[in-house]
């Protein structure tokens, strides 16, 4: 019997949630939250999920019907979901060693003690997540990481469990046969769509298929990590713990692309973007200390448009030295898209990718050709935003700054459009909670 | 930070001396040095004095005086800490009719009663199938005496700007577009 095992907490509908923690009138609705500019549904209460309503669904092609069923629907509020998820694993960092946060609502921990004790302390912790910041976790217990992922899948989708399910609770009589085959490939931690649709092919359809592979074999024909993949299955624990989704990380490229509220038409919309997401970029860049040598930017139309087919444009400038300098990569993306505009494309996306990424401490080259750093600007900006908030310094122009609570952020009429943002209840003074008395 | 070459400039020529003596980068001053430097460690911190929990405490406001014989008055901040267990006698905020509101906790017995502190107010006293759904303990209130000192919220309204010789009168008086681009009462003035 394993003695070590590994605890996957995970929180149930954390965007929907959160939206409830603030506001209890919307606790017991159907309520979705939105993407990015209000696109499709990311995160679904329990009551909008028995309405049949599934995860990436266009919003317009159900608001409608929404309506009818009075579903609630609410946009991304990024703010408030750090907020709560930095304090939810605060919370649980403090009753189980090597917390790992895999993203803003999941975390493995690696228990000490047996699967008993591992469970109590597990339930106590789940109280206190849920009373603290009034998130519902979910808790997987296994040997494995992978098959916690599914014991964690079990424990959200059956009420019985209370919440917490452990590896044994689901294998005692048969190895977890029964459940392995119920589950499909692509829902086994680690399995992309590709691969899943290779696996397919060779007649691998559940988990239990996959878990009876010889892994050499299929390390021969696929890769090192589908063989670890189907040991983890068998319990054997053999995936690392990702370091880089705690602490060290460092991007090979770094990408940030968004929606527009509205279209763009003209390059110097288009130009105001992309310098403005350059400078999201590079304070990325030098978030993890690293230098970039490509800025490449790329613009695209709606995939959905009535009123154009869908067209992309894609320019990328190679950096004579590498740098993480605002103004220089800024520079860098306006220049990008020079001349590759259509005037009469009504762009929806931009996106700033910064590609060749060198870290800053250890990167050397000959005396006179030395890397082109940053001189102190971005401390500046940092030091106006804390004090003044975001999107009232930046470089170049970047647009009119909205007067509106959404685009205040982000400061142009192209910004990110939402509408149905709920209040950032833990960031902003002026949107803190009211407790009514009266 | 020292390069490579302010290093090497600061070393006399060999001819000049036998010895090769380094400047100080720094200036040295001269004087008893500072005592305090050893014992300061940043000024005590509000936050950390009154919050117990920072994970689980939120700070909200206050709408209304059903609580103002218990000193809290409509626009006070509360802090608000969840990890807490409700006690008999603490201030709590409780969800009634999908609102947040705040008021006392009472035992009557084994009933639990919201107690307004104010007579205007009368108490809620929860039917036996309802469920009293408490949202978390309130430890402490701030309110504000001095209510021009308060931030975020109506500020006076910022001076004209001057910009000299903008126009051939000899200074135009140009009103900021903005308002809110001035509300801190102007560069260096106050908060750091």
């Known amino acids: ?438 | 930070m020292a390069r490579l070459s302010d290093v090497i400039s600061s070393i006399h020529p060999a001819s000049e001396s036998p010895v090769p003596v380094p400047q100080a980068l720094e200036a040295v001053h001269a004087g008893f040095p500072s005592v305090a430097q050893d014992y300061f460690d940043g000024d005590f911190s509000l936050d950390e004095h009154i919050i117990m929990h920072p994970d689980t405490t939120f700070i909200v406001t206050v709408a209304g005086d059903s609580m103002q014989n218990a000193g809290i008055w409509d626009g006070d901040l509360l802090v608000v800490d969840r990890a807490l267990d409700p006690q008999d006698g603490d201030v709590v905020v409780a969800v009634l009719d999908d609102e947040l509101t705040v008021k006392r906790l009472v035992m009557h017995g084994h009933t639990p009663v919201l107690h307004p502190e104010n007579p205007a107010y009368p108490d809620f006293i929860p039917s036996p199938d309802q469920d009293l759904l408490i949202w978390g303990v309130v430890t402490g209130n701030y309110h504000w005496q001095r209510k021009t000192a308060q931030r975020h919220v109506e500020q006076p309204v910022p001076p004209s700007v001057t910009y000299p010789g903008a126009k051939s009168s000899g200074g135009a008086t140009v009103a900021p577009k903005h308002p809110g681009a001035y509300r801190h009462g102007g560069w260096g003035s106050r908060h750091v």
Request: charged letters at 20%; glycine letters at 8%.
């Open chain 1, 1 to 438: 019997m394993q003695e070590h095992p590994i605890v996957l907490a995970d929180a149930n509908n954390f965007y929907a949630s959160c939206e409830a923690v603030f506001h209890p009138e919307v606790a017991g609705k159907p309520l979705v939250v939105l993407s990015n500019n209000d696109g499709c549904v990311v995160s679904r209460s329990y009551e909008a999920k028995a309405l049949g309503i599934a995860n990436g669904t266009p919003w317009f092609t159900i608001r409608q019907e929404a309506a009818y069923d009075q579903v609630i629907a609410r946009s991304s509020n990024y703010e408030l979901y750090g907020s709560l998820s930095r304090r939810m694993m605060s919370i649980m960092s403090g009753f189980l060693p090597g917390q790992e946060v895999y993203s803003i609502d999941e975390c493995f921990m690696h228990s000490p003690w047996d699967i008993e004790r591992t469970r109590r302390i597990a339930a106590v912790m789940r109280r206190a997540v849920l009373q603290g910041v009034g998130i519902p976790v979910s808790i997987g217990i296994a040997p494995t990481k992978t098959l916690a992922k599914i014991t964690n899948h079990w424990a959200k989708r059956h009420p019985s469990s209370r919440g917490i399910t452990t590896w044994g609770d689901l294998s005692r009589d048969d190895q977890g046969t029964a459940v392995l085959s119920s589950i499909e490939i692509d829902d086994v931690w680690g399995i992309g769509r590709r691969l899943a649709k290779r696996l397919r092919g060779l007649g691998i359809r559940q988990a239990a298929q996959l878990r009876d592979q010889d892994p050499v074999n299929m390390r021969r024909r696929f890769s090192v990590q589908l063989e670890r993949t189907i040991l983890e299955l068998r319990g054997i624990p053999c995936i690392a713990d990702d370091n880089d989704a705690t602490g060290g990380k460092r991007d090979c490229q770094i990408l940030c692309s968004r929606m527009f509220g509205t279209p763009i038409l003209g390059e110097e919309g288009l130009r105001q973007a992309a310098s403005v997401y350059a400078q999201y970029a590079c304070r990325r860049l030098q978030r993890q200390h690293s230098l970039c040598t490509r800025v490449s930017v790329f613009c695209a139309s709606s995939p959905f448009s009535k009123h154009d087919q869908y067209s992309s444009v894609c320019g990328s400038i190679l950096l004579q030295d590498p740098s993480d300098d605002p103004v220089i990569i800024s520079a860098a993306a306006r220049q990008a898209l020079h001349g590759r505009i259509t005037p009469s494309v009504r762009y929806v996306r931009v996106g700033v990718m910064l590609t060749g990424l060198v870290d800053a401490a250890s990167y050397d080259t000959l005396p006179a050709l030395g890397a082109r750093t940053d001189s102190g600007l971005s401390e500046v900006f940092e030091q106006v935003a804390r004090r003044f908030g975001p999107a009232h310094v930046g470089i170049g122009f970047a647009g009119i700054r909205g007067d509106g609570r959404n685009n205040g952020d982000t400061g142009a009429a192209w910004a990110m459009r939402r509408e149905m943002l709920s209040s950032r209840c833990t960031t902003r003074w002026d949107e803190m909670p009211v407790v009514r008395a009266d």
